[in-house]
């Protein structure tokens, strides 16, 4: 939240945070947290997005949108907090084997999205609009309004994203991933706008393949980010040698990366100027160092909503001080 007075330190600057998942929602609270809201824009991964008993889910916006909110369920970082089931219970009834958990309140927010997608508004327009309704102060913009899908390649065969994630408890070996629909997908005018002003841009602790991956891969997307004069900063979603959500570890190994901080390092160089990495993984500073990137050695992990503006603040604070060597 604002300090108090609603002033804070960083009010009105232009930042983009890019965002996937419950690490990259709780990093754009504590942006914006220390930033009023106003000047943040968060670029949302959609690569995740399908379709479930007819409904448009995007569960990587909403993840977001809950949580900019303040109704995210603390426990799991996704959904809504005290949250009922008694839609599921019904389908249930009906035969079905839900899979994946939706709440009555979450239903609202599909049922919704999917009406005004089909009357023809944009994916983008309707985030707005949800958000709006829900007092998020932050712009949440999906990466595109294209879809998109990722696919997770197998040595059982490919499976799409949710079904790996969630329907088989990514218990699965990841030895691929593709993004379906990519080349024809396009950054929306929002997002370019955004990146195009932005003062500062953060690439959130989401994982780096499936969720930062996507907006990355989007045409002219990369470009966009590493042309820009502004600082550029990311901040590891590897504790310590593990993900602490998710299976970016698992599936970083599988893929061929490190499953460090310093491998993910590797993979943002050339393209961020500062890396952000947790006590923990100290003793590799100076091998991302040796990459060419400036890095801040912190409490990374994000237990609760100080610990999300602490972070937020030390990450602008950061951002800021790369200003003479960003572009």
């Given amino acids: 939240m604002p300090e108090e007075g609603g002033i804070t330190e960083f009010e009105g600057l232009r930042v983009v945070a890019v ?4 690490g990259g929602a709780k990093m754009a609270a504590g942006l914006e947290g220390v930033s009023g809201g106003e000047g943040l824009s968060v670029v949302v991964n959609t690569a995740d997005d399908f379709e479930l008993w007819g409904l448009h889910i995007s569960p990587d916006v909403d993840t977001v949108m809950y949580t900019l909110a303040g109704l995210a369920n603390p426990e799991t970082g996704w959904g809504i907090r005290s949250e009922t089931f008694a839609a599921l219970e019904m389908i249930s009834a009906y035969g079905e084997k839900p899979w994946f958990r939706l709440g009555d309140r979450d239903f609202a ?21 949800l958000g709006a309704a829900l007092g998020v102060r932050s712009r949440v913009l999906p990466m595109t309004d294209a879809p998109v899908a990722t696919v997770i390649e197998t040595p059982e065969g490919k499976l799409n994203f949710q079904d790996y994630f969630v329907g088989r408890g990514q218990r699965d070996e990841v030895i691929g991933v593709e993004f379906l629909g990519m080349g024809e997908a396009r950054p929306t005018r929002e997002v370019l706008k955004a990146v195009r002003e932005a003062e500062a841009i953060v690439l959130c602790p989401s994982n780096p393949v ?3 991956g996507p907006v990355l891969e989007l045409a002219g997307m990369r470009e966009a980010i590493s042309g820009l004069r502004a600082p550029k900063v990311a901040v590891s979603p590897i504790v310590g040698g593990r993900a602490l959500k998710g299976p970016a570890g698992k599936m970083l190994a599988s893929l061929g990366h490190e499953a460090s901080a310093a491998g993910v390092a590797r993979m943002y160089a050339g393209l961020v100027d500062g890396f952000v ?4 993984d100290a003793g590799g500073r100076r091998e991302i160092e040796s990459l060419g990137l400036e890095v801040l050695v912190t409490d990374a992990v994000m237990k609760d909503e100080g610990d999300r503006v602490r972070l937020g603040r030390e ?8 200003s003479g060597r960003a572009g």
């Fill in 277 to 280: 990495v947790d006590h923990a």
């Fill in 19 to 22: 965002a996937g998942g419950v």
């Fill in 210 to 212: 499936v969720s930062v």
């Fill in 315 to 322: 990450v602008l604070e950061f951002a800021v001080g790369l």
């Fill in 109 to 129: 927010t599909h049922i919704l999205r999917t009406e005004r997608l089909r009357s023809g508004e944009s994916l983008t327009g309707v985030t707005a609009s």
